[in-house]
């Protein structure tokens, strides 16, 4: 059987956490239920699964391989070509500091900016389901499911306060 | 039962007091806060236009023509001569490093601590970072004179294989800046991509066009708010070390030197005290303005301005310990440079200047600030932060070329005075840092209305007893 996509329109989020509720027991998983809003809600608030986020490692990642850079124009650089200066030491430990700090640091920032677009598929601006009225006090919130569901969970949307149950139209962003 | 009723009117007229007062508790529809902000955005008066008229032509007079005459006829137009070397150019990139610390520590530190009222004021600081450090940047490039040779400092080896030396203050600098331009520009940007999918959605023309790309196709689903508020998150804690290693890297361009007055441990938390003071005073000056020319009252109140106030003073107080501890310290040491120097500010050339920084820093703040009724008023607030940074820029000034006139050879001592073609380039580029406020603040959403809509979920008014208080829940 084909799968539908609905989109329902709440006023406030409680019902909304009601109709995820609702919608497990019916059978829908937690991945074809998607909820758009203009706010974020945290996981608990809307009683989802929480997610393992892979941010923190994207950046951590891209702090090591700042540190690995920054090490090398402090270190690598002079042994390239050793001009002593001074009886000075070719690397010396605290002025290396500085700069290898601000590599890794730099870094841990690119990388958590790339890591934002890489995990969000941005930039993707082809059609999607989406409505305005969600970014604009609504909350929306888009279900996949079996067509012989529809019915059914039309009705219980409604039932739970939907403005609006539909099936939307893909926008391009 | 009549008391009864007395109660109850009197906590309704509370109510609506406390929702007068405090932004996070007077809701509106989002749609009416979504007007709000892009009615004050696209709105373009007569007088916003003939002020970016006449900015313009004071960006084109002083980096148009002045810096152009500079590059022409070499460094020798400017008034830089031995023994000062670093003039007005190195004070007014160290001021403008410290007018940059507004936008980390207004919306960063308040963030990472969740002070409730940084709300509406984020985005308009995090610009004031990003343009204060476009303005700094600008400074060494100016301050080289030929500044084609800049490329010398970009880390690739030259034709016989030599790095640039990466144990040098300056090439600290230049790194520090760097990584904190990408770093306040992507701060900047992140909590902007859900505005901007707001603005998408209302407008069209070029203005779609724009936002459109801006927004990178968001929808608000929870995978992207949770990716964007996480990266916020970490962005947060790392902006901070990296703006505490920025103005402490400027003070190092001075504290390594062997240079009497210059050569302190402590001028790294004493440069990053001044920078986050004049930083925050800037941020009020420049929301006062914004304010009133946008007509933002909805989103910027007293209360915000209040709470700003409080923070000038404490930052006025923290100043002061560290000017006194260095000012102290050069006195105790005894040591004749020293005492010339400490002489110098006192009774010498730049004494008038020193004793109006001892008032707009000290004086003033504290004779005032601590005043609830002058922390809400427009006109208290803007002359005391503006006083603030004349005297912020004052220190800057006697620090750099101040100093340098005094040595430890007298027959090397000298004066020093501002060419006009520095005084132009000076005003060219205070010009640039408000044309680009004032172009930018038509163009991006000045308020982020999520976060605003997002700390009104979290605060609601709740009776205790018989009292209504304000309370917050964590939603996190």
């Known amino acids: 059987m084909a799968a539908k996509v609905l989109m329902a329109l709440f006023d406030h989020v409680d019902p909304v956490a009601e109709v995820l509720d609702e919608l497990r027991r019916q059978g829908i998983d937690d991945h074809d239920m998607t909820v758009i809003s203009g706010v974020p809600y945290p996981a608990r608030v809307l009683g989802r699964p929480m997610v393992w986020e892979r941010l923190p490692w994207i950046a951590l990642s891209g702090a090591f391989v700042g540190f690995l850079i920054g090490l090398f124009l402090n270190a690598g650089t002079p042994l390239l070509y050793p001009i002593r200066v001074g009886g000075q030491p070719l690397i010396p430990i605290p002025p290396s500091a500085v700069i290898t700090y601000e590599f890794t640091m730099m870094g841990l920032i690119v990388s958590t900016f790339l890591g934002v677009l890489w995990e969000s598929t941005f930039p993707s601006f082809g059609p999607k ?21 529809l019915p059914e969970i039309q009705e219980m949307l409604r039932a739970h306060g939907a403005r609006d149950v539909f099936e939307p139209e893909e926008w391009t962003l | 039962m009549s008391s009864d009723r007395g109660h109850e009117q009197e906590l309704a007229h509370l109510e609506r007091e406390l929702k007068a007062r405090d932004l996070l508790l007077d809701r509106r529809s989002r749609e009416e806060m979504n007007y709000e902000v892009m009615h004050a955005m696209e709105r373009i008066s007569l007088g916003w236009l003939l002020a970016a008229f006449v900015l313009g032509g004071l960006v084109f007079l002083g980096l148009g023509l002045a810096w152009a005459y500079q590059i022409k006829w070499g460094l020798g137009v400017a008034g830089i001569n031995r023994p000062v070397f670093w003039g007005v150019y190195i004070a007014n990139f160290v001021f403008w490093i410290g007018i940059s610390h507004s936008g980390t520590f207004v919306s960063a530190i308040l963030r990472v601590f969740k002070a409730e009222f940084r709300r509406p004021i984020t985005r308009a600081s995090e610009m004031m970072t990003t343009f204060a450090l476009i303005v700094a940047g600008m400074y060494p490039l100016i301050h080289l004179g030929r500044t084609w040779r800049f490329y010398w400092m970009v880390p690739y080896p030259n034709q016989r294989q030599l790095w640039p030396n990466f144990h040098s203050p300056l090439m600290w600098d ?20 859900p505005d901007m999918a707001m603005a998408r ?66 001028f790294g938390p004493y440069f990053v005290t001044g920078a986050i003071f004049s930083g925050v005073s800037a941020v009020a000056t420049v929301l006062l303005v914004v304010r009133r020319t946008m007509k933002l009252d909805y989103f910027l109140r007293a209360e915000h301005f209040d709470s700003i106030g409080k923070l000038i003073l404490i930052f006025s107080f923290a100043w002061t310990y560290f000017f006194f501890a260095d000012y102290l310290t050069e006195w105790y040491g005894g040591e004749a440079v020293g005492k010339e120097l400490l002489t110098l500010q006192a009774r010498g050339p730049v004494a008038p200047l020193w004793y109006i ?19 809400r ?20 000034y006697i620090i750099v070329t101040g100093f340098l006139t005094r040595n430890r050879l007298p027959f090397d001592w000298g004066v020093y005075n501002p060419s006009p073609v520095e005084i132009l380039i000076s005003i060219g580029s205070l ?16 308020v982020p209305i999520w976060e605003v809509r997002e700390g009104q979920i979290a605060h609601s008014l709740r009776r205790i007893g018989r009292a209504l208080v304000p309370t917050v829940t964590e939603l996190e």
């Not at chain 2, 230049?174 to 991509?193: D, H, K, N, Q, R």
């Not at chain 2, 920084?357 to 922390?375: D, G």
């Not at chain 2, 010009?431 to 004032?438: G, H, K, Q, V």
Request: glycine letters at 6%; a positive charge.
């Open chain 1, 129 to 149: 389901y989406y409505h305005p009225e969600s970014i604009n006090g609504r909350i929306g919130m888009l279900i996949r499911c079996p067509e012989e569901q």
């Open chain 2, 201 to 266: 959605d209302r407008t069209t023309g070029w203005r779609y066009r724009l936002y459109r790309l801006l927004a990178l196709g968001w929808r608000g689903t929870e995978a992207e708010w949770q990716h964007l508020k996480t990266a916020i998150t970490i962005f947060a804690f790392a902006i901070i070390p990296v703006m505490f290693s920025v103005h402490t890297i400027v003070s190092w361009d001075f504290g390594m030197t062997m240079k009497v007055g210059w050569h302190s441990s402590i």
């Open chain 2, 174 to 193: 230049m790194m520090a800046i760097f990584t904190y331009l990408i770093g306040s520009t992507l701060y900047l940007y992140l909590p902007l991509i």
């Open chain 2, 357 to 375: 920084m001892l008032a707009t820093n000290i004086l003033i703040p504290w004779l005032t600030l601590w005043n609830r009724k002058v922390r």
């Open chain 2, 377 to 396: 008023s427009f006109w208290g607030l803007m002359l005391v932060t503006l006083g603030v940074n004349v005297g912020m820029y004052i220190e800057r």
């Open chain 2, 431 to 446: 010009s640039t840092f408000i044309f680009l406020y004032a172009v930018v603040s038509r163009v991006i959403p000045l």
